[in-house]
Every structure is written in structure tokens, then in C-alpha cells.
């Protein structure tokens, strides 16, 4: 498997993974590869959720020339493979976090920000008539042990009172009895709005949309070389080559090793999987207790996230292997089974019928990050989103426009994720060492009561 943290090609144009999205019979947008020498006003460098509404906006409200490359094909990376969850955030700091960070006033911001990221998916699928087929809403945050009751409470009034949520705290008996029966919950907080879909059908109807607005998408061409002259930008693809005075990266966990010196060991690609059952039958839904069609994710620091799929099957991702080269060993599907029989008993041994991994982007601080080269640096012109630390749905819709923005001269909202750039890991050639030994403190952690 492809792993940005050791390689610098990313591959061309690989067919997209084995996954439950992609056996859903959509057809494969096969757009061509760059062939010719090219230019543009800008050019989008992967055409994922952020890329692909960068170009949209760019090339619709701004009325840029706009090239799109992209090593496959949309969505192929994590945008096609997530889980497909809708939420108010992005990052790892809930609302609680973000306040002691950054002050009641900065966080009611950014969650203002969230919230309008999170209204816009709905906006854009219906502007573009993408049948993402979205599920009826219901978000559980299950506590997997009883010490984190007491945050719930705090977080629940937190958002309700100053942040303008509705969130309902169930506890355990309140949460078996009528809503779902994981054996491993203690209690949940229930979002009523936040609601999952197809992550790929979301992909490849943004691209629709950012071609409607007059932006050229080619797929097949990744980046093999960049080379700046008289403040133009020159990017090689395998077949061709486009010049442009301004490059928008979207690369994020995707982002080849040693890809930009603007982005050089300022991520950590962690790779999350994801298995699928076969469907359930109405005996199996009702000893799982199962209403409706949740989606749920819990408190763990190595956190479990399962939804109830349209056709009755049961997804449950988790942590995959550390390194690209094991991701297909056999020991990351068990434990993913191992896991969700634990929290239902009632499919032990059920057949799993997909199984894919992909790689989402860690930021040091918990946060992501849109940044934009000083125009009086080696790199002006260059601007980059990144760091949406496995959650960013929503999120990197709203970043692609503001990436946009940014790149237009325009003034976007005074944000923490917006006014710097992601830090630099220290010791970045060990990150690798870190994760690992963070995963060993994560596991302690998830067990102790």
C-alpha cells in the first residue's frame, strides 16, 4: 500500500480500493491524464473534498482558469474511503477543549465555522443533485468508560448554553433500552443532526460540480516535479506539464514524502480501517438493539466508530497498521472484528464482506491548517489545507472555498486554524517511533477504568 511518509510517488491512476463504496455499482469518472503543455491562472493539486471546492469556487465565483491534477481519479483517496460521517468539527478539540484553549469567544467562532461547514454539505448536494444517500440524522458519542461521564455532562452544557446544540445525555440503561445495546457504553450523548452518507458519491459529485463551474479536472497526473521561474510555477506530470502563478495543495494524508518543503514533516499519515459486514438479519438488528440507522463513534484515545448502513450492514472502523506494507495483514481485520463482537455479542463470527484502509492527516496540535506563502518568500503562491486528523467531512468542503478565498486576496474568518501554518513535528524522522509508542500509551489507557 501506498505510504506517504516514505514515498515520493503516489502512483498513477490505480483503480480505487475494494471498499463498500466503490462496489456500489457508480460509474468511474475516468477523466484523462494531462497531456500537453498547459497554463492557468491556478492550479488544485488533488481532487479530494478540499480540492475539488477550491476549484469549484475559483473557477464559478471568481472566474479563474483553473486546472485540477490529481494522481487517480477523484475521491480516490481518503475523501472516497471514509466512513461517511456528517459532524459539527473537524480536528480532535470538541468544543470543551477548544474553550480552554483559545477562550470562550475564539471557540464560539470556530464552531460557527464548523456549523457552516456542516450546513453546506446539505447545500452543495442539493445545488448539485448528488444522491449521496444520506441517512436519517442521529450522532451517538458513546463513553466507553464511566470516568468520562462527567465530561459528557460539562460538554453537553457547555453546547447547549453557549454554543446553541440540543444535545440529549443518555445514560446506560437510557441508551440499551431504546437506542442501540453496545455492550461496552456506559452512557452517550446524542447530537440529533449529524447524520452519515456515501463519502464517494460525495466526491465524484463535487467534481461534477467543479467541472459545471469551469474547472479542468485530469485525472492520472500526479505531480513529478515542480520548478519555479519569473514567479511561475511549473508542475511536470507524467505526460504533460501546466504553468500557473499560483499552486493550491490538497494533498493532506495523501501528501507524498518530501512533496513541498511548505509541508515537509508538518503531517503524520495515520492509516484508519474499515470493515463491513454482510446485512443483518431483523433478528441480529434486534438483539444489537439497533434503532434506526445510527452512526457512533466512542471515547477511546484509539477510537472505534461503527454506523448501520441503508442495506442493513454493520461498518465499524478503527487504527489500521502503523506502515503502508502491513496494511492487508490479516491481524488489523481481527481486530476490528474482535472489537465489534465484543460490543455485540450477537455477531460473533459474522461474515465480513469488505475491507479497505486509507490514510488521514495528523496535525501536531490537534488542529488543521490553511496557510498561504508571504508573497515576499521563495514560495508566494503556494497555499495549502491540511491536518483534518480523520474528521473533517464536513470541514474540508468549507476549507477548499476558503482556500480559495485566500488565494483571491479576500479576507477570511480570524481563526486559529486559519492564521498559521501547521507546526513542524519535532524529530519528524521518528515520527513513525511516536505514533507507535503513542498507540502502546492508548491502549493502557483504553483499558484502565
Same mark, same amino acid.
Given at each position: ?17 475494494? %471498499? ?13 491524464? /494531462? ?7 491556478l492550479? $488544485?493539486?488533488?481532487a479530494? =473534498?478540499? #480540492?475539488?471546492?477550491?476549484?469549484r ?21 481518503? %475523501? ?14 470538541g ?14 467562532a470556530c =464552531?460557527?465555522?464548523?456549523r457552516q ?21 442521529g450522532y451517538?458519542?458513546?463513553?466507553? +468508560? ?7 455532562e +460539562? !460538554?453537553? !452544557? ?21 437506542? /442501540? ?7 452517550a450523548?446524542?447530537?440529533?443532526d ?7 458519491q ?11 463551474a469551469? @474547472? ?15 514567479g511561475?510555477?511549473r ?5 504533460g ?5 499560483? $499552486?493550491l495543495? *490538497?494533498?493532506?494524508?495523501y501528501?507524498?514524502k ?14 484508519? %480501517?474499515?470493515?463491513?459486514?454482510r446485512?443483518?438479519t ?19 484515545a484509539l477510537k ?9 450492514? /454493520?461498518l465499524? #472502523? ?8 502491513h *496494511? ?17 455479542? @450477537?455477531l460473533?463470527?459474522?461474515?465480513i464482506?469488505y475491507?479497505?484502509s486509507?490514510?488521514? &492527516?495528523?496535525?501536531l496540535?490537534?488542529l ?10 521563495? =514560495?508566494a503562491?503556494v497555499?495549502? &489545507?491540511a ?18 478565498e ?31 509508542l ?5 491502549r493502557?489507557q483504553d483499558?484502565?477504568?
Amino acid at each position: 500500500m501506498y505510504d506517504p511518509l516514505l514515498d515520493k510517488d503516489p502512483g498513477c491512476n490505480a483503480p480505487y480500493p475494494a %471498499s463498500y463504496w466503490a462496489g456500489q455499482g457508480q460509474a468511474e469518472p475516468g477523466y484523462p491524464a /494531462l497531456q500537453q503543455e498547459r497554463s492557468a491562472d491556478l492550479v $488544485v493539486i488533488g481532487a479530494g =473534498y478540499t #480540492g475539488l471546492n477550491a476549484a469549484r469556487v475559483l473557477a464559478g465565483r471568481f472566474s479563474q482558469h483553473v486546472v485540477v491534477l490529481e494522481a487517480h481519479q477523484p475521491g480516490w483517496g481518503c %475523501s472516497g474511503r471514509n466512513a461517511g460521517f456528517v459532524l459539527k468539527g473537524t480536528g480532535r478539540l470538541g468544543a470543551v477543549q477548544l474553550t480552554e484553549r483559545f477562550g470562550l469567544e475564539t471557540a464560539q467562532a470556530c =464552531y460557527r465555522e464548523y456549523r457552516q461547514a456542516f450546513e453546506q454539505v446539505a447545500t452543495l448536494c442539493q445545488k448539485g443533485a448528488i444522491d449521496c444517500q444520506a441517512q436519517p440524522p442521529g450522532y451517538y458519542k458513546l463513553a466507553h +468508560q464511566p470516568r468520562f461521564l462527567p465530561l459528557f455532562e +460539562q !460538554q453537553q !452544557q457547555l453546547l447547549n448554553q453557549h454554543f446553541g446544540e440540543q444535545l440529549q445525555y443518555l445514560s446506560q440503561a437510557e441508551l440499551q433500552q431504546t437506542h /442501540l445495546a453496545d455492550q461496552q457504553a456506559c452512557g452517550a450523548l446524542l447530537d440529533p443532526d449529524c447524520f452519515g452518507l456515501n463519502p464517494l458519491q460525495l466526491a465524484l459529485g463535487y467534481s461534477r460540480l467543479a467541472e459545471q463551474a469551469g @474547472a479542468t479536472i485530469y485525472g492520472g497526473s500526479p505531480v513529478l516535479g515542480w520548478q519555479k521561474q519569473q514567479g511561475l510555477h511549473r508542475l511536470q506530470t507524467p505526460q504533460g506539464s501546466v504553468t500557473a502563478k499560483k $499552486v493550491l495543495i *490538497a494533498t493532506n494524508g495523501y501528501t507524498p514524502k518530501d512533496f513541498h518543503p511548505l509541508l515537509n514533516g508538518r503531517i503524520l499519515p495515520v492509516q484508519s %480501517s474499515i470493515i463491513v459486514t454482510r446485512p443483518l438479519t431483523e433478528h441480529e438488528r434486534s438483539a444489537c438493539g439497533f434503532r434506526g440507522q445510527p452512526i457512533v463513534m466512542d471515547t477511546r484515545a484509539l477510537k472505534y466508530y461503527y454506523r448501520l448502513l441503508p442495506d442493513g450492514r /454493520l461498518l465499524f #472502523g478503527g487504527r489500521g497498521a502503523i506502515q503502508g506494507r502491513h *496494511a492487508d495483514k490479516p491481524r488489523y481485520t481481527k481486530a476490528l472484528r474482535s472489537a465489534l463482537e465484543y460490543s455485540f455479542p @450477537a455477531l460473533a463470527g459474522i461474515d465480513i464482506a469488505y475491507q479497505w484502509s486509507g490514510w488521514v &492527516a495528523v496535525s501536531l496540535d490537534d488542529l488543521p491548517h490553511l496557510y498561504q506563502a508571504p508573497q515576499d518568500s521563495s =514560495y508566494a503562491g503556494v497555499s495549502y &489545507a491540511a491536518g483534518y486528523c480523520g474528521s473533517g467531512l464536513s470541514f474540508s468542503a468549507l476549507a477548499g472555498q476558503r482556500l480559495a478565498e485566500l488565494a483571491m486576496g479576500q479576507s477570511i474568518p480570524n481563526l486559529p486554524c486559519y492564521q498559521r501554518p501547521l507546526p513542524a513535528f519535532p524529530f519528524a524522522r521518528w515520527r513513525r517511533l511516536g505514533q507507535w509508542l503513542y498507540y502502546q500509551w492508548g491502549r493502557w489507557q483504553d483499558k484502565r477504568h
